[in-house]
């Protein structure tokens, strides 16, 4: 190699390497704790207008816990069920009735349910700001996963005008 072509090829490594960093950088959304609170606080409330003692987890966007509330007489199995639901609808971007129904009806999905901190019944929902996933809530508690999920619902369209 020529010396002349080294500095050149030395600089041209430089500019690659300012590029790249450039765009290693990232901006994201994430959910504060004042939201949280209020998804979780919503979502038990909602619960309990339809007699249903319940827990609301509520996690951001990397899947960690931000809030918990638990309703008087809610049984010990809903923190973790709510934790695990909160974690799956936000690991997957997707909500976990949705989730369970298509690994019930795809074979090839049906293997979901081995993913170690996934649970696949209704009752956990991402939270969106836009399109953007900031974190989810799961709802453990309520007679059936839909009776959750509808609870959770019913909180995040509560909160809409928060995530805009």
């Given amino acids: ?10 600089i041209a490594l430089c500019l690659l390497g300012t590029a790249a960093q450039a765009q290693a950088i990232r901006s994201e959304k994430n959910m504060s704790l004042e939201l949280a609170n209020q998804i979780a606080a919503r979502s038990v409330a909602a619960c309990a207008a339809n007699g249903y003692a ?6 951001d966007r990397a899947g960690t816990v931000r809030a918990v509330q638990r309703a008087d007489n809610a ?6 069920a709510s934790r695990l639901k909160a974690y799956t609808a936000a690991s997957a971007k ?5 989730i369970m129904e298509g690994a019930q009806k795809n074979p090839g999905a049906a293997n979901l349910v081995n993913i170690p901190g996934y649970l696949l019944l209704g009752g956990g929902l991402p939270v969106k ?4 996933v900031i974190g989810a809530v799961g709802i453990g508690g309520a007679p059936g996963g839909h009776l959750d999920d509808q609870c959770a619902q019913t909180a995040l369209g509560q909160v809409q005008d928060l995530l805009k």
């Fill in 54 to 59: 319940v827990t609301a987890t509520v996690v």
């Fill in 94 to 98: 997707n909500s976990t009735l949705a």
């Fill in 129 to 132: 700001a836009g399109n953007e």
């Fill in 75 to 80: 049984g010990p199995h809903t923190l973790e």
């Fill in 1 to 10: 190699m020529s010396r002349i072509a080294t500095p050149a090829l030395a």
